[in-house]
Nanobody, 120 residues
Framework: EAQLVESGGGLVQAGGSLRLSCAAS????????VGWFRRAPGKEREGVLC????????YYVDSVKDRFTISTHNAKNTAYLQMNNLKLEDTAVYYC?????????????WGQGTQVTVSS
């Protein structure tokens, strides 16, 4: 069964860093764009950023542009979200997603989410 599994979430103090992982099984990231979404308490899910060979990296949230980095390790079939200088407003459940071919394409797979909590 094809799936995405996130890991690496947790509790971190404001100003700290976390690296989330998104491991694909049952398929490879070849031909997919990979993105991260988040859902903060009481808010709608929002796209954070996405990357593909053709799109480059697209940021959907201005406040993370200088702090979050997405990368993929094709040999490990894993994507990463490096989050630095975390802020209270980054508290959310983070989901990775595999889009068909482009960041504008339909999502083929979703991960189950991993909780990130930033404390003061």
């Amino acid at each position: 069964e094809a799936q995405l599994v996130e890991s690496g979430g947790g509790l971190v103090q404001a100003g700290g860093s976390l690296r989330l992982s998104c491991a694909a099984s049952g398929f490879t990231f070849d031909g997919y764009a990979v993105g991260w979404f988040r859902r903060a308490p009481g808010k709608e899910r929002e796209g954070v950023l996405c990357t593909s060979d053709s799109d480059g990296t697209i940021y959907y949230v201005d406040s993370v542009k200088d702090r979050f980095t997405i990368s993929t390790h094709n040999a490990k079939n894993t994507a990463y979200l490096q989050m630095n200088n975390l802020k209270l407003e980054d508290t959310a459940v983070y989901y990775c997603a595999a889009f068909i071919e482009h960041c504008s394409g339909p999502v083929d797979y979703w991960g189950q989410g991993t909780q990130v909590t930033v404390s003061s």
